[in-house]
């Protein structure tokens, strides 16, 4: 029986008189990749905003794992599991790919100031496992041998795979793509949707922000569509392809006649 | 071939470099003494505690990306921090404080420099706590105001108490006593008569070393990594979990703390603080040898600090004689000449290598 990983109830979210989001809902299960859709300017992007910390709602719960957790600050977010790539890609420029993953193991390990300087054994033992579980990870995404490769000389579609690296490895329960599509050509894509099955094949739930329909609803269990702030619909992707709001929220009204 | 190969192989050049620089260390205030007298390895010695003070820098600036153009207050608190704690004035100040040190107050250096490092790196929390959600210009404008702020308080605490003596500064601050040597005056070793200038050149030289050590085990550590990763993208830091303020109190206060035992030494070695040491100028000047060298980049900002602490030194030395030797007279006031080499040479340099003179790894790849 799978539980609920991660709950969203009720979400709002005003800036001054725009409504950006009006009680949202959303409910993630380990292991499964959730779209959410909808027409520029739904909402999609606040929504995301508001679950990692970036900014805060005005109503609303959230629980991940049925721990309740308050995105009051971005880093606490990414503590409690949840880690999310970024629309336009941001990597540390100027370190290295390896170096890249290895602030994402920041969190969860331990060396502080007298380890750095002193460089104890336990530290030493520390970061040597930081720098394996780094390069695993790029492996895992496909650019182990860029590893010592400054981040802002790798192509596009190895920054988006070092940005997901990244993200990975906070050790996420969640991880939450914006867009992690945009901008690719075809083959990219394709090997995109090979890594994110690969990563909900390893028990992690996807959350995706995508306009790329195809991608959508070929990796997506469920869709979750947003239009001027509100769900408009949900469910599977056959369901939400033949929704008569779905399809005017993108078409406009009559489109379907 | 094959020596040349092992000459290109990173680790070697770096152990090499390594002991190069060691060997210039040891033997570069013979040098300079021999072609310029005590007077030069004076200036190597101002050399070092401005590297001390830009490795410092260079901590908040290089590697967290914070620009703090109000470094030099702390410099300024550990050397007013040392001439008080090893100076007749407070005790002059306070009679009641005289009757309980009858032989007055003399601060053992090993309980000034931890103390100046401590306190500095208060001073460097207190400073950083309300601007941590300033970023780039906005921080750049606080920090100086601090910078001036402390520079003016220490101008003006003569009165109602005076604890600074105001701009006629502190005076007759002991020199360093080490294991009972004492640093200040010409001591014999193995028959050899070694200047002041020269011992205190060895003891700024291991200390400046060891700062330079812990500049570099950092930059390779956890915490060194999340600073750069801060500088290079402070949102995407955040959203990896990195508790920015936190790691920006640490580089703050880390930074000064270095700042504070350059002062401290600064303050023994010259048995006199007054405020006029710690103007905006020096400010500037630290942050110009962290950035001419190359932020962020330990041996760039070494070669930035020997830089700009020689060269004006030595074109002051050297531009009069040159006139005299081209033109037969001296046309120009010699330290005019050295301003404006000075600054030609500033604006040369973010010119034509606005990374800086050394800066960190660039790949040109493909």
Redesign the interface.
Same mark, same amino acid.
């Given at each position: 029986m799978n539980g609920q990983l991660l709950k969203v109830e009720g979400v709002s979210k005003r800036f001054g008189g725009v409504h950006a989001l009006e009680n949202v809902s959303l409910y993630l299960e380990p292991g499964e990749v959730h779209g959410l859709i909808g027409p520029n300017g739904a909402g999609k992007t606040t929504f995301f905003n508001v679950m990692t910390g970036l900014y805060r709602a005005d109503t609303g719960q959230f629980s991940l794992d049925d721990q309740p957790y308050r995105p009051d600050a971005v880093h606490r977010v990414a503590q409690a599991g949840i880690a999310r790539t970024f629309q336009n890609i941001r990597l540390f420029a100027s370190m290295t790919a390896l170096e890249n993953v290895m602030v994402g193991r920041h969190i969860r390990t331990e060396n502080g100031i007298w380890a750095a300087l002193t460089r104890h054994r336990r530290a030493r033992k520390e970061e040597a496992r930081t720098r394996d579980m780094a390069l695993q990870l790029l492996e895992y995404v496909g650019i182990g041998e860029l590893a010592e490769r400054r981040a802002d000389t790798l192509s596009y579609g190895h920054q988006r795979r070092l940005e997901i690296a990244r993200a990975l490895a906070t050790e996420p329960r969640v991880l939450a793509l914006d867009e992690p599509a945009a901008g690719m050509n075809a083959v990219e894509k394709q090997q995109l949707r090979e890594l994110l099955d690969r990563i909900r094949g390893d028990g992690r739930a996807l959350l995706l922000i995508e306009h790329d329909v195809k991608l959508v609803m070929g990796l997506c269990d469920r869709i979750t569509v947003l239009d001027h702030g509100q769900v408009i619909a949900r469910g599977t992707p056959q369901q939400v392809r033949q929704d008569r709001a779905v399809i005017e929220a993108y078409l406009g009204a009559g489109a379907h006649d | 071939m094959s020596l040349a190969i092992a000459f290109t192989e990173p680790a070697t050049r770096a152990r090499l470099g390594v002991l190069l620089f060691a060997m210039a260390v040891l033997i570069a205030p013979w040098i300079a003494g021999h072609a310029g007298g005590n007077a030069w390895v004076r200036m190597l010695d101002f050399a070092l505690l401005y590297l001390m003070l830009a490795l410092g820098l260079n901590i908040v600036v290089g590697y967290a990306g914070l620009l703090d153009l109000g470094f030099i207050a702390f410099y300024a608190l550990g050397a007013y921090l040392a001439a008080l704690l090893a100076s007749p004035h407070l005790l002059t100040q306070f009679p009641a404080l005289a009757a309980l040190l009858p032989d007055g107050l003399h601060t053992s250096i090993w309980l000034v420099v931890p103390l100046a490092a401590l306190l500095a790196a208060g001073l460097g929390m207190l400073l950083g706590a309300p601007t941590l959600r300033l970023r780039g210009d906005y921080l750049a404008i606080v920090t100086l105001g601090f910078g001036e702020i402390i520079r003016i308080v220490m101008r003006n605490l003569d009165r109602p108490v005076n604890i600074t003596n105001g701009s006629k500064g502190i005076a007759s601050v002991d020199p360093v006593h080490l294991f009972g040597v004492n640093l200040g005056r010409t001591q014999e070793l193995f028959g050899f008569k070694v200047a002041s200038v020269y011992l205190y050149y060895y003891l700024f030289a291991v200390l400046a070393v060891l700062i330079l050590l812990?500049c570099l085990?950092?930059q390779q550590?956890?915490?060194?990594? +999340?600073w750069?990763?801060i500088?290079?993208?402070e949102? +995407?830091? /955040? +959203?990896?979990?990195?508790? =920015?303020r936190k790691l920006k109190l640490?580089a703050f206060a880390?930074g000064a703390s270095f700042g504070g035992v350059a002062g401290a030494m600064f303050a023994s070695f010259q048995g006199f603080v007054s405020p006029e040491s710690f103007t905006l100028n020096e400010s500037i000047a630290v942050l110009a040898m962290v950035v001419l060298g190359g932020m962020g980049h330990i041996p760039g900002v070494v070669l930035g600090c020997l830089l700009l602490a020689a060269l004006p030194e030595v074109l002051r030395a050297s531009m009069g004689s040159l006139q005299q030797w081209l033109f037969g007279q001296v046309l120009v006031d010699p330290e005019i000449v050295r301003q404006l080499f000075y600054g030609l040479a500033l604006i040369l340099v973010m010119l034509y290598r606005p990374a800086g003179l050394w800066p =960190?790894?660039q /790949?040109n790849?493909?």
């Amino acid at each position: 029986m799978n539980g609920q990983l991660l709950k969203v109830e009720g979400v709002s979210k005003r800036f001054g008189g725009v409504h950006a989001l009006e009680n949202v809902s959303l409910y993630l299960e380990p292991g499964e990749v959730h779209g959410l859709i909808g027409p520029n300017g739904a909402g999609k992007t606040t929504f995301f905003n508001v679950m990692t910390g970036l900014y805060r709602a005005d109503t609303g719960q959230f629980s991940l794992d049925d721990q309740p957790y308050r995105p009051d600050a971005v880093h606490r977010v990414a503590q409690a599991g949840i880690a999310r790539t970024f629309q336009n890609i941001r990597l540390f420029a100027s370190m290295t790919a390896l170096e890249n993953v290895m602030v994402g193991r920041h969190i969860r390990t331990e060396n502080g100031i007298w380890a750095a300087l002193t460089r104890h054994r336990r530290a030493r033992k520390e970061e040597a496992r930081t720098r394996d579980m780094a390069l695993q990870l790029l492996e895992y995404v496909g650019i182990g041998e860029l590893a010592e490769r400054r981040a802002d000389t790798l192509s596009y579609g190895h920054q988006r795979r070092l940005e997901i690296a990244r993200a990975l490895a906070t050790e996420p329960r969640v991880l939450a793509l914006d867009e992690p599509a945009a901008g690719m050509n075809a083959v990219e894509k394709q090997q995109l949707r090979e890594l994110l099955d690969r990563i909900r094949g390893d028990g992690r739930a996807l959350l995706l922000i995508e306009h790329d329909v195809k991608l959508v609803m070929g990796l997506c269990d469920r869709i979750t569509v947003l239009d001027h702030g509100q769900v408009i619909a949900r469910g599977t992707p056959q369901q939400v392809r033949q929704d008569r709001a779905v399809i005017e929220a993108y078409l406009g009204a009559g489109a379907h006649d | 071939m094959s020596l040349a190969i092992a000459f290109t192989e990173p680790a070697t050049r770096a152990r090499l470099g390594v002991l190069l620089f060691a060997m210039a260390v040891l033997i570069a205030p013979w040098i300079a003494g021999h072609a310029g007298g005590n007077a030069w390895v004076r200036m190597l010695d101002f050399a070092l505690l401005y590297l001390m003070l830009a490795l410092g820098l260079n901590i908040v600036v290089g590697y967290a990306g914070l620009l703090d153009l109000g470094f030099i207050a702390f410099y300024a608190l550990g050397a007013y921090l040392a001439a008080l704690l090893a100076s007749p004035h407070l005790l002059t100040q306070f009679p009641a404080l005289a009757a309980l040190l009858p032989d007055g107050l003399h601060t053992s250096i090993w309980l000034v420099v931890p103390l100046a490092a401590l306190l500095a790196a208060g001073l460097g929390m207190l400073l950083g706590a309300p601007t941590l959600r300033l970023r780039g210009d906005y921080l750049a404008i606080v920090t100086l105001g601090f910078g001036e702020i402390i520079r003016i308080v220490m101008r003006n605490l003569d009165r109602p108490v005076n604890i600074t003596n105001g701009s006629k500064g502190i005076a007759s601050v002991d020199p360093v006593h080490l294991f009972g040597v004492n640093l200040g005056r010409t001591q014999e070793l193995f028959g050899f008569k070694v200047a002041s200038v020269y011992l205190y050149y060895y003891l700024f030289a291991v200390l400046a070393v060891l700062i330079l050590l812990a500049c570099l085990r950092l930059q390779q550590s956890r915490i060194g990594r +999340a600073w750069m990763a801060i500088r290079d993208d402070e949102d +995407a830091a /955040e +959203a990896m979990g990195l508790d =920015t303020r936190k790691l920006k109190l640490l580089a703050f206060a880390i930074g000064a703390s270095f700042g504070g035992v350059a002062g401290a030494m600064f303050a023994s070695f010259q048995g006199f603080v007054s405020p006029e040491s710690f103007t905006l100028n020096e400010s500037i000047a630290v942050l110009a040898m962290v950035v001419l060298g190359g932020m962020g980049h330990i041996p760039g900002v070494v070669l930035g600090c020997l830089l700009l602490a020689a060269l004006p030194e030595v074109l002051r030395a050297s531009m009069g004689s040159l006139q005299q030797w081209l033109f037969g007279q001296v046309l120009v006031d010699p330290e005019i000449v050295r301003q404006l080499f000075y600054g030609l040479a500033l604006i040369l340099v973010m010119l034509y290598r606005p990374a800086g003179l050394w800066p =960190t790894r660039q /790949e040109n790849l493909r």
